[in-house]
């Protein structure tokens, strides 16, 4: 089975109508931050519950609906958290509530930041970090969301490898934290909508990469009065 792996949608509909697209024939899987930062968050929240078959939460999500403190979130962020919030329908923030943090599934793990304290929202951006992440799963695979980076950290025997590749057969005797990056606010210098692709027969993980059209997605932000940040930043892929 082919599985499609999306995670960082964040209120950018743009991005998400462009990834379901080039994911139509496939069963996804929801990493969470489906809002936060774009200006489609009840649409994108819609429209993710109508295709993806498993959804867990990220912390902008639990943020918009007050589950969790965002004082330590920075200020463009925060931003968009109060308008994100007051523009939730009263459905949507039912729902956004109801996530759960964490996915077993087929042969591998889930979750938005990091498997040992998903609560913590710890950010895995290299092999050092996540070294003790590999205690916390029983799985060979975990995927990740929250850095909105493409990348897999390999671990082989004691050995901790990263790697960029956009194709990678996985090994048996490995194990593997794959960060799949972010449909709606990638940040590895590549404006392009990104998700993961996962064949579970082929044990394959591809890195897709769909361009969109971004400029609609900044002119939205701007138009409903969020940071000017939060829209050039789609331009740039930063
Ligand atoms: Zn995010």
């Not at 943090?101 to 793990?109: E, R």
């Not at 940040?187 to 392009?192: E, H, K």
């Not at 909508?193 to 027969?201: G, H, K, S």
């Amino acid at each position: 089975m082919k599985l499609g792996i999306i995670s960082d949608v964040h209120g950018n509909l743009e991005a998400l109508n462009a990834v379901l697209k080039e994911a139509r024939d496939l069963m996804l899987i929801c990493l969470g931050d489906i809002v936060g930062y774009g200006a489609s968050p009840n649409e994108c929240i819609e429209l993710v519950r109508e295709r993806a078959s498993f959804i867990i939460a990220g912390n902008h999500d639990l943020a918009a609906v007050d589950l969790i403190d965002y004082a330590n979130f920075n200020f463009v962020a925060k931003k968009a958290i109060s308008w994100t919030r007051s523009n939730l329908s009263e459905e949507n923030i039912r729902y956004l509530r109801s996530l759960r943090l964490t996915l077993s599934l087929y042969d591998f793990f889930a979750v938005h930041s990091a498997p040992c304290s998903p609560e913590s929202w710890r950010y895995i951006l290299s092999p050092d970090v996540a070294e003790e992440e590999f205690s916390c799963f029983d799985q060979n695979l975990c995927f990740i969301g929250h850095s909105h980076l493409p990348f897999v950290i390999k671990k082989s025997r004691d050995q901790l490898t990263a790697s960029f590749l956009q194709e990678m057969d996985l090994e048996e005797s490995s194990r593997y934290i794959v960060s799949v990056g972010s449909v709606g606010q990638p940040r590895d210098g590549n404006p392009a909508a990104c998700f993961c692709i996962y064949d579970t027969d082929e044990k394959r993980i591809q890195m897709k990469r769909t361009i969109y059209n971004a400029n609609e997605a900044a002119d939205k932000i701007l138009k409903a009065g969020l940071p000017f940040n939060l829209a050039s930043r789609l331009i740039h892929g930063i």
